[in-house]
């Protein structure tokens, strides 16, 4: 069974940091592409990044220069390093498993939630 | 950078069919897919590439994809439908995942 758990979440100060992680099982965790979708309270869903199998990162323009997404085959985790945090980056991270071929998500983790708030 | 305009709300009554559109720039050209949120929960991919169903999800629920519009069709709409829908593209000029607004779907 594919389960994608993630961790990490909490209460942080506008302007710091925060890392979180997505702990992959139940399928080859290499051979996927790997994303990290927000929903901000009452919003809808917001794309934020995506890893590919060959490392190739791509970010969402609001998080560009500011998030990082990585990835560790040999531990199957997924992670995000969040910096420079505003309050609009309040939301809910689900990590979301590629399908393959058509860039789809067949996948999601129940989400960790991220607050900015002073 | 690509954008996907989806109805806010759809209102459709018990057993009739509910259509939620998702409207791009020759989307048509584009492979499109539905995912289900319903309150509290994370989302779940219910079409995926134009019309396909993963497994577990009722042949009630199809996709269609033409032009600038793409329409995610439920037949014989039941009381367990009613939920958050959104459609989503890749966007190969940016790279780029986009999704739709989000359609609340209200079974009366």
């Known amino acids: 069974e594919v389960q994608l758990v993630e961790s990490g979440g909490g209460l942080v100060q506008p302007g710091g940091s925060l890392r979180l992680s997505c702990a992959a099982s139940g399928f080859t965790f290499s051979d996927y592409y790997l994303s990290w979708v927000r929903q901000a309270p009452g919003k809808g869903l917001e794309w934020v990044s995506v890893i590919f199998n060959d490392g190739r990162t791509d970010y969402a323009d609001s998080v560009k220069g500011r998030f990082t997404i990585s990835r560790d085959n040999s531990k199957n985790t997924l992670s995000l390093q969040m910096s420079s945090l505003r309050t609009e980056d309040t939301a809910v991270y689900y990590c979301?498993?590629?399908?393959?071929?058509?860039?789809?998500?067949?996948?999601w983790g129940q989400g960790t939630l991220v607050t900015v708030s002073s | 950078s690509y954008v996907l305009t989806q109805p806010p709300s759809v209102s459709v009554a018990p057993g009739k069919t509910a259509r939620i559109t998702c409207g791009g720039n020759?989307?048509?050209?584009?492979?499109v897919h539905w995912y289900q949120q319903k309150p509290g929960q994370a989302p779940v991919l219910v079409i995926y590439y134009y019309n396909a169903r993963p497994s577990g999800i009722p042949e009630r629920l199809s996709g269609s994809n033409s032009g600038n519009t793409a329409t995610l069709t439920i037949s014989r709409v039941e009381a367990g439908d009613e939920a958050d829908y959104y459609c989503?593209?890749?966007?190969?000029?940016?790279?780029?995942?986009?999704f739709g607004g989000g359609t609340k779907l209200t079974v009366l």
């Open positions: 020759n989307i048509g050209s584009k492979s």
């Open positions: 989503q593209v890749w966007d190969s000029d940016s790279d780029h995942v986009v």
């Open positions: 979301a498993r590629g399908s393959g071929t058509y860039f789809d998500f067949d996948h």
